[in-house]
């Protein structure tokens, strides 16, 4: 009981200043007359969130989105883990790797994107490739940094008890890093929607970011505010119902977290 109202508090106190927001552009919009092109109503925004819905615009541009991000994540992902564990493990690997790792980090996302589009094309693939380097290093770095915290004496005592290589990696090594691993998911999540909607204002013709670029040209800010807000309105879900839970979950799992 005392936890569903905490919940239900803790709901209150994340919606309350969004709800503040939205009343303060509903007063001060019509109050100074903002011209439409500089920032439009509640109305207007209102207006075509509905237009984008009726005529299926809307559901196109979010689908397209979430599957470039969400493949690109599970790339990242998958190719991310394997390195930042065979660092963890060899220094040799980790002292190899880590200067890479430092050079390629600051180029993750945005900057990938011209080079992408002429690998690529302008399209899935170049959008895909974004999303990748986006998650890629900061999933491998937070997986290394798990690996890292995980004792010698517990790996020790897991060899010495016949654990071969195989149970080492799936029973120690893996989920002793995972609540990094988690994490690094969620940090690099947030990396790749960035990546996501740039990408898409210069490389493909559909998705939110091409929803936003379009609208610009033709002086639309009822389009452009509106799909602001749709990619904030996802991404707290995502957030919230997704990699909130399975971080918290995970730490209490395996972390130094008990659940209350």
Known sequence: MIR???????????????????????IVVPLFNVNPRVFPSVGAVGAAALDSIRDGTLFAHVGASLLRVGLGTLIGIATAVPLGIAMGVSPTVAAFLTPLFRFFSVLAGIAWIPIATLWFGYGFGAIVFVIFNAVFFVVAYNTLLGVRTIPHTLRNAAASLGAGRWALLTEVLLPGALPN???????????????????????TNVGLGYMLFV?????????????????????????RLLLVPLERATIER???VRRA
Do not use: C
């Open 181 to 203: 691993i988690v994490t690094g998911i969620r940090t690099g999540l947030g990396f790749a929607w960035r990546g996501l909607i740039a990408a898409e204002m210069i490389a």
């Open 215 to 239: 609208a610009r040209d033709f002086y639309r800010t009822e389009v452009i505010v509106f799909g602001m807000i749709v990619i904030g309105v996802l991404w707290l879900l995502i957030d």
């Open 4 to 26: 569903s109202v905490n919940s239900l508090v803790g709901a209150a106190m994340f919606v309350a200043p969004l709800l503040a927001l939205l009343a303060i552009w509903a």
């Open 254 to 256: 395996w972390g130094m």
